[in-house]
């Protein structure tokens, strides 16, 4: 006889986007039933990303990541103890880490994102146990653009904008399309428009 599947639980997650300042960060509830896959794409939505590049989770000593990912490197390191995204869930991360218990989130190897993700305490209300999932509950600034050129990149980015005699400033607002806030940020949209959690997990 199967055990019965224990009910989904929200967990807290802060997600910082390290080296960067002033510092872009993401405070969200999931379910505990999830997978590291559907993390991964609610995690693009809510910093800003696009997910046009490869990603993976560093947690402790190991690598969690997409099954294609893992193949490309294996071409030229040791993979044999990664593992596959679709199969660590959230639960698992949890207990494995405990309460409080520090992961990271890779995004574009070439640009070199890495974001600092803890595992937070959920508060103290029981309201929040009834909370629709996924939730993001606050946050500051705007995720950097893609392809920007990682964290150096970024603020030399943002600094070019903010300074309309830089000779490159003209070419970089055509490039961003003409407005760019980095302490843009707006709670009600990201949880308005978030779609198809459901079809994402897996």
Not at 66 to 93: G, K, M, N
Request: proline share 8%.
């Amino acid at each position: 006889m199967k055990k019965p599947h224990a009910p989904p639980k929200p967990v807290a997650l802060r997600i910082e986007l390290k080296k960067v300042t002033p510092l872009v960060w993401r405070r969200i509830l999931v379910s505990s039933h999830w997978t590291l896959a559907s993390l991964h794409h609610y995690l693009q939505w809510v910093m800003g990303w696009a997910d046009t590049h490869a990603h993976e989770f560093r947690v402790g000593a190991g690598v969690v990541a997409p099954e294609w990912w893992i193949e490309e490197v294996a071409q030229d390191a040791d993979t044999r103890h990664w593992r596959d995204e679709r199969r660590v869930s959230v639960a698992a991360l949890v207990a494995e880490l405990g309460d409080h218990g520090e992961f990271e989130y890779r995004y574009d190897m070439g640009d070199g994102w890495s974001h600092r993700i803890v595992i937070d305490s959920l508060p103290p209300s029981p309201a929040f146990l009834q909370l629709p999932l996924p939730l993001c509950l606050a946050g500051e600034n705007a995720c950097p653009p893609e392809d920007v050129g990682g964290p150096w990149g970024y603020m030399e980015f943002v600094n070019t904008l903010a300074d309309p005699k830089h000779r490159e400033h003209a070419e970089r607002m055509r490039w961003i399309g003409g407005v760019f806030d980095p302490a843009g940020f707006d709670l009600n949209r990201i949880n308005r428009d978030f779609k198809g959690a459901k079809t994402r997990r897996r």
